[in-house]
């Protein structure tokens, strides 16, 4: 949407993998929080009960799929899980943190080949399916903004689709649109690694942004209606993505790089271009992207277990007894709540309320911050941010409202563009990175 920006350059970090430790270990410590706001709590369950809370990411489907089975079955989804497994979601803690909408991440590795990504990925929307099937009086797919509002009136949670890397369309507009008919509602255009067609924060660059297939894959998300979800991708995307669609972008679950120093999170740069498109960025619980302290201590951990490998090489057994003693040294610092207060203020103040939203990423790390140990602890974070001056209506446009807009005015452009063809682009020769 923006035409004009003066394009920067941004290092690329090293991001470990999906799940790692990078989220700073919470073994020991689920269950501690700090001290409780009961009255606010309770006033943010009432504002929920009117808008519904929308959370831009939930990778429940993938931690289904990596340890129980694939089967929505295999765990007692009805029961609340927090003492029996490591699952920070479930249908009681759900209803308890007045979820109202809830993107499910249909997310695959960044290592599958791009076949491979496909397949898995239409598994994954069958997952979600399947988990909705599982228990209609709960949950119900949604695709619109009226779907959301519409099921959220009905005391049921609205469950939409998202996807998680580009690379799960195997360089085809017409996957693109298969995944459309699916279900999936956004897609974040790079995970941890550069595309053939687009730049990760986590990666080395080849196309200092969007090739020209990538500037394809934006402008046919727009006429189909599909969010372009800008996490994961490096500044330089950010802004080619922004310069070239004409709806709103989202950032699913992302922080303020100027509070967290992480590549993974966004720059005061495109912060202040967030008014002028019209999109929204919900702040994550990663603990390595909300704690300057446990960013620090993930960096210095990579770097011993390089030493360590580079030191012991075919030796993983000392490597792994070298770390535990590195560890043991330097104990692991945990993010809280305030930390993510921290951030979520931070994006209001450079955006703008009108730009902020919540993408926790429950169920896809392995710890989180003190006192949001799962999916009941939203309550806890509004009562939070209205101990520090947000009026309720702050609060609404944070929970869902902003994000609601965001998905009007994305299906707005798509209903300006009826008449126009489905995109027919592929990667040229040229294009294909080395």
Do not use: C
Not at 92 to 120: D, H, I, K, M, N
Not at 192 to 207: L, N, Q, R, V
Request: avoid cysteine; hydrophobic fraction near 45%.
């Amino acid at each position: 949407m923006i035409r004009s920006v003066l394009m920067t350059t941004v290092a690329a970090a090293l991001l470990a993998g999906p799940v790692l430790a990078q989220s700073g270990a919470q073994s020991g410590a689920r269950n501690a929080t700090p001290g409780t706001d009961a009255a606010g709590e309770a006033r943010a369950r009432q504002i929920l009960r009117r808008t519904p809370l929308i959370d831009g990411h939930n990778d429940l489907p993938w931690a289904l799929r990596e340890k129980h089975g694939n089967d929505p079955y295999a765990v007692d989804l009805t029961t609340n899980l927090d003492a029996s497994t490591a699952l920070h979601t479930d249908i009681p803690r759900l209803r308890a943190g007045g979820v109202g909408g809830q993107f499910w991440s249909v997310y695959v590795p960044a290592t599958l080949t791009p076949t491979e990504a496909a397949r898995e990925t239409f598994e994954q929307i069958d997952t979600v399916k399947r988990i909705v099937a599982a228990h209609p009086d709960v949950f119900e797919l949604a695709t619109t903004a009226a779907d959301v509002e519409r099921i959220h009136r009905r005391g049921r949670i609205a469950s939409l689709i998202g996807m998680e890397g580009g690379y799960s369309i195997d360089d085809s507009l017409g996957l693109l649109r298969e995944f459309f008919d699916a279900g999936a509602r956004y897609i974040t255009l790079t995970h941890s690694k550069t595309t053939s067609w687009a730049d990760s924060a986590t990666d080395a660059p080849k196309w200092g942004g969007l090739s020209p297939f990538g500037e394809d894959v934006v402008r046919e998300m727009n006429r189909l209606g599909m969010m372009v979800d800008l996490s994961h991708v490096a500044e330089e995307t950010m802004l080619d993505a922004m310069r070239v669609s004409e709806a709103p972008v989202i950032f699913s679950h992302s922080s303020a790089r100027a509070v967290t120093g992480h590549a993974r999170n966004v720059p005061d740069s495109v912060l202040r271009l967030m008014p002028a498109d019209g999109g929204v960025v919900m702040v994550t619980f990663v603990p390595g992207f909300v704690s300057e302290t446990v960013r620090a201590w993930n960096s210095a951990r990579a770097a011993e277990s390089a030493r360590l490998t580079s030191l012991n090489p075919g030796d993983p057994a000392a490597v792994t007894a070298g770390l535990a003693a590195w560890t043991t040294a330097h104990p692991i610092p945990r993010a809280t709540i305030a930390d993510v207060v921290a951030h979520i203020q931070h994006v209001r103040d450079v955006a703008g309320i009108d730009h902020v939203g919540i993408g926790g990423d429950y169920d896809g790390v392995d710890a989180l911050p003190v006192g949001l140990e799962g999916v009941d602890t939203y309550p806890r974070l509004l009562a939070a941010l209205m101990a520090n001056g947000w009026s309720e209506a702050d609060i609404r446009k944070l929970a869902g409202e902003n994000v609601l807009r965001v998905m009007r005015a994305v299906e707005a452009v798509a209903a300006g563009k009826r008449g126009e063809r489905p995109g027919l682009a592929v990667i040229a020769t040229a294009q294909a990175p080395e």
